[in-house]
């Protein structure tokens, strides 16, 4: 009661009479998106039932278990049944994520800190572009160009090719089942409601959680609160798009298209999810793209190596790619998640740690609990994601968090045992750090050093074992297994 007492407030306080009567905060979710995501439910529990079969000769081919013998010889041994029961588990625990830039730019308009800060819920996109200059945040998105993702572009409709090119738009009606606005592209605001946020899931464990080209702060929420809100694509339904529907010009990546994205998944059910994602990554070569052809049992093995099931230690997990972690299923949620429903902030190193725009987000994270936990991700400096469709296969550890020791909510709200230098290790750090930004462009050399010079608690994600409470802790201790939980929770659980 305490904690909706306060949201409510923080609500009211950061909104003015004019923009309640107009931008009102939407429900967590609408009547709409209830309707959607339950006939979403019922389709998903019989295309998942009709799938299993299938997954389980994937599991007993000989293919696999050769490859899992030389990478994951525990896995290797499991029978189909018992490998399929773990990779669910661990897909049940998996982190939820959503990434975003922490200050816009780009061609993504999405959430930010500065709309995180001034509104009561976690915009969308569509939601996020109809809030007029006047009404917005001083850094808040721009509006996209003409020609591009415009909500309020006039010349749009329903018959012309800008609207038949709209991935996004394509894929949230006939892919996720959202009604489609009156207008297309000039929805209402209670129909933008209506829509979805976008969000990766992290089985793979990738310590940025999502691919960072979608933004350099990445926000996971907790599974308990979003769990009726997600509707899984077996693959990133942009690539998807951008691959299979020929509306676009030539395929962009060298999909299988025969495997398709609907019916969705839920994360009650979704084998038909996890035999269609690991599919489609297997193009024959016929309809042009990029990517090297993969087959089943190579997709599945890269899957399982990079999980808890193939590496339980985070520190010996696989090293990742571009391509393992543009393979992510997309686990939308079809919903208006609050800032009570993430459970911590994933900041891309290399771009924040050291700047004006990482000390805002330290401060944003301590004034909702947040714990603000650094992602190495590629070693980069942040400033040159690759582009949009560019895959490659560069590899990078993939596995390197470390839980930030400065902020309110690690010395009061965690159990973490923070080691007694962490904390002036890293003030230390951000000093050099904050020095190099001002002295120019920042290397890759500089970013590794300040990395080097840290003491802290590292972190893996929460496996679906490794803690009595996945949803309330934020971390495994990566030297110990200790889990870094709310103190609240842990305190509960000794009662």
Same mark, same amino acid.
């Given at each position: 009661?305490?904690s ?14 004019q ?24 389709a998903?529990?019989?295309a ?12 007993a ?50 959430v ?35 020609g ?154 890269e ?43 994933? $900041?891309?190193? &290399? #771009? /924040?740690? %050291?700047? =004006?725009?990482?000390?805002?987000? @330290?401060? +944003? ?20 994601? $690759?582009?949009? &469709? #560019? /895959?490659? %296969?560069? =590899?990078?550890?993939?596995?390197? @968090?470390? +839980? ?24 230390? #750090?951000?000093?050099?750090? =904050? ?32 803690? #009595? ?11 110990t ?14 009662v």
């Amino acid at each position: 009661l305490t904690s909706l007492a306060a949201r409510r407030c923080w609500t009211v306080v950061n909104m003015t009479s004019q923009h309640q009567f107009q931008f009102p905060t939407p429900p967590v979710q609408t009547p709409v998106q209830a309707s959607v995501r339950a006939a979403s439910e019922r389709a998903a529990a019989a295309a998942s039932a009709a799938a299993t079969p299938r997954v389980l000769e994937l599991f007993a081919s000989p293919e696999l278990r050769r490859l899992l013998s030389a990478c994951c010889p525990a896995a290797a041994k499991l029978s189909p049944e018992r490998l399929l029961d773990r990779v669910r588990a661990e897909a049940k625990a998996a982190e939820i994520v959503h990434n975003f830039p922490a200050r816009p730019a780009g061609e993504f308009v999405d959430v930010s800190m500065a709309s995180l800060e001034k509104y009561g819920f976690f915009l969308n996109q569509w939601q996020a572009q109809l809030i007029p200059p006047a009404e917005a945040p001083p850094d808040a998105s721009p509006v996209w160009t003409p020609g591009a993702f415009d909500p309020r572009s006039t010349a749009a409709n329903a018959s012309s090719a800008h609207y038949k090119n709209l991935g996004p738009q394509i894929a949230e009606i006939s892919i996720f089942g959202c009604p489609p606005f009156a207008r297309p592209l000039r929805p209402t605001w209670d129909e933008a409601a209506n829509r979805l946020v976008y969000a990766a899931h992290n089985i793979r464990r990738l310590d940025t959680g999502s691919a960072p080209l979608f933004g350099n702060v990445g926000a996971v929420f907790r599974t308990s609160r979003v769990r009726k809100m997600v509707e899984i694509a077996p693959i990133d339904t942009g690539i998807w798009e951008a691959s299979c529907n020929d509306t676009y010009g030539p395929p962009r990546f060298n999909l299988d298209c025969s495997y398709p994205m609907a019916p969705v998944g839920t994360l009650d059910h979704f084998d038909h999810v996890l035999y269609r994602g690991l599919g489609s990554w297997g193009g024959d070569g016929s309809r042009g793209g990029r990517l090297p052809r993969r087959s089943l049992a190579q997709s599945a093995a890269e899957l399982i190596a990079r999980s808890a099931v193939g590496s339980p230690s985070y520190r010996d997990a696989p090293n990742a790619t571009e391509l393992s972690a543009g393979s992510y299923w997309e686990a939308n949620l079809l919903g208006n998640p609050r800032p009570d429903d993430i459970k911590l902030v994933l $900041p891309f190193f &290399g #771009a /924040l740690f %050291g700047s =004006a725009d990482g000390a805002r987000l @330290r401060r +944003l994270a301590d004034s909702h609990g947040w714990p603000v936990v650094w992602a190495l991700g590629d070693g980069g400096n942040g400033t040159a994601p $690759p582009p949009h &469709g #560019a /895959l490659s %296969g560069t =590899a990078y550890p993939g596995n390197r @968090r470390l +839980l930030d020791p400065t902020t309110r909510t690690a010395q009061r709200r965690l159990n973490a045992s923070l080691p007694p230098g962490s904390a002036a290790s890293f003030e230390r #750090a951000w000093a050099a750090a =904050a020095g190099d930004r001002r002295a120019g462009p920042v290397s890759r050399a500089q970013v590794q050093r300040w990395w080097a010079g840290l003491e802290g608690v590292r972190l893996a994600p929460v496996a679906a074992a490794a803690c #009595a409470d996945t949803d309330g802790c934020v971390g495994v201790v990566v030297d110990t297994g200790a889990c870094v939980c709310e103190r609240v929770l842990v305190e509960a659980a000794s009662v």
